[in-house]
């Protein structure tokens, strides 16, 4: 498994939001558009935290504070460089 001293080589490409899949990690810059109903993976912010309006979704103009899975947000460039494959389940429907 690579730690974090590992350069990791990742793939990137530009694809059209209706090109998007279940199951694709996207990555977003402060600012833009969230394409789809995501689940937040890891964040600049070292608490893993991310302010996101949802405006478009629910019409609240309120900013939302979402959480990376600590696991997740502690262990991203591994994942990322094993391709792993896991579920999230989700404990609770209230954001």
Do not use: W
Request: with cysteine.
């Amino acid at each position: 498994m690579p730690t974090d001293n590992d350069l990791i080589e990742l793939k990137y490409e530009t694809i059209c939001v209706d090109q998007i899949k279940v199951g694709d990690i996207i990555e977003l810059k402060e600012g833009e558009g969230i394409p789809a109903d995501c689940i937040l993976l890891n964040s600049n912010n070292p608490n893993g935290e991310a302010f996101i309006m949802t405006a478009a979704l629910d019409g609240e103009r309120n900013l939302k504070l979402k959480s990376a899975p600590k696991f997740i947000q502690a262990n991203h460039a591994n994942i990322l460089a094993d391709r792993s494959k896991f579920k999230i389940k989700s404990e609770s429907t209230v954001n």
